[in-house]
């Protein structure tokens, strides 16, 4: 049974730093892994999937990494913004295929003026 | 091409009243999922559906809780006899095809209030 972990569950830190956050997964038999951001009572916006064969994938100041043999995908976020401030949840595949994910409870990230 | 919609966004209903969550994917996507937010957890697979098929239901509770996909119209998820520990953030996804491949792209939720 897949389970996914997320740590840490929240992080403050100074606009420009970049900052990594960190995802684990038990099955290593995923199809792909995904994150996603999710603000304050909206809906979740997806920021990259990486597909099993694929190491890492690059959108913008986001990189993401995945790892199956460690089960473990991290996000970089270079140069934080204040508007980065989300929670952010990554969610493997429930292993068949189907598309079903299984999320991580989320890391709630702060980034001050 | 309009993203994925969700209506309500907010409904409030008495315990033991039915509760109709409506979904439409969107425009081309055929594959429809829900999923569930309960106060201070993660979201929780529910079902998975494609047109007039439910594919895989294995996280939906065993009473009282339905879902469909008819050929025409929105996915409907549908909670009959709500109870307060029904209160939660349902979030729908769609995808134009199956499996890994395939982003999904969410609605905006629908939240459940249950008196």
């Known amino acids: 049974k897949q389970e996914v972990t997320q740590i840490p569950a929240a992080l403050s830190v100074p606009e420009g730093e970049n900052l990594v956050l960190n995802c684990s997964f038990t099955d290593s038999a995923i199809y792909n892994l995904q994150w996603f951001r999710q603000d304050p009572g909206k809906g979740l916006t997806s920021l990259l999937l990486?597909?099993?064969?694929?190491r890492e994938q690059t959108s913008g100041r986001l990189n993401a990494s995945l790892d199956k043999s460690s089960g473990r995908s991290t996000l970089y976020i270079a140069a934080s913004q204040p508007g980065d401030s989300a929670t952010y949840l990554c969610?493997?595949?429930?292993?068949?295929?189907?598309?079903?994910?299984?999320f991580g409870q989320g890391t709630t990230l702060q980034v001050k003026p | 091409n309009a993203g994925v919609m969700q209506n309500p966004r907010h409904l409030v209903r008495r315990r033991g009243q039915e509760a109709r969550l409506r979904c439409s994917p969107m425009?081309?996507?055929?594959?429809v999922y829900w999923y569930r937010q309960l106060p201070e957890e993660g979201l929780k697979f529910m079902v998975y559906?494609?047109?007039?098929?439910?594919?895989?239901e294995s996280g939906m509770p065993k009473e009282r809780f339905s879902a469909e996909f008819p050929k025409e119209g929105p996915s409907i998820l549908r909670i009959q006899q709500v109870v307060r520990g029904d209160s939660a953030a349902y979030f729908c996804?769609?995808?134009?095809?199956?499996?890994?491949?395939?982003?999904?792209?969410f609605g905006p939720g629908t939240r459940l209030t249950v008196l």
């Open positions: 996804a769609s995808s134009p095809g199956q499996g890994a491949a395939d982003t999904q792209y």
């Open positions: 425009k081309g996507h055929s594959h």
């Open positions: 969610a493997a595949d429930g292993s068949s295929n189907t598309g079903k994910l299984i």
């Open positions: 990486i597909q099993s064969s694929q």
């Open positions: 559906l494609q047109k007039e098929n439910i594919i895989d």
